[in-house]
């Protein structure tokens, strides 16, 4: 059974920076790709970033030049590293994971990132 557990989430002040983990058990598969969305209240979840198996990435226009996305396979784990934190990223943060043949997404619980003074 896959879980995936985020962590690193808390309020910090804009212009701030967190760097989130999630870390995934039970993997029987190595992920095609690895990801964060977020939520924030009242608005529909949105891709923050991927990154693929080959370590393409691709982010979303908003986090462009501010977040960073990795992944250690050996660890099966994923990071994002957020600098320069806006109110606007306020949300919860989920990371996510697909397995290939068939495919399937895998999610985590989420984590609250709060940018607030």
């Known amino acids: 059974q896959v879980q995936l557990v985020e962590s690193g989430g808390g309020l910090v002040q804009p212009g701030g920076s967190l760097r989130l983990s999630c870390a995934a058990s039970?993997?029987?598969?190595?992920?095609?790709?690895m990801g964060w969305y977020r939520q924030a209240p009242g608005k529909q979840r949105e891709l923050v970033a991927s990154?693929?198996?080959?370590?393409?990435?691709n982010y979303a226009d908003s986090v462009k030049g501010r977040f960073t996305i990795s992944r250690d396979d050996a660890k099966n784990m994923v990071f994002l590293q957020m600098n320069s934190l806006k109110p606007e990223d306020t949300a919860v943060y989920y990371c996510y994971v697909d397995r290939a043949g068939p495919f399937y997404r895998y999610w985590g619980q989420g984590t609250q990132v709060t940018v607030s003074s």
């Open positions: 039970g993997m029987a598969f190595s992920p095609y790709a």
């Open positions: 990154i693929m198996r080959v370590g393409s990435t």
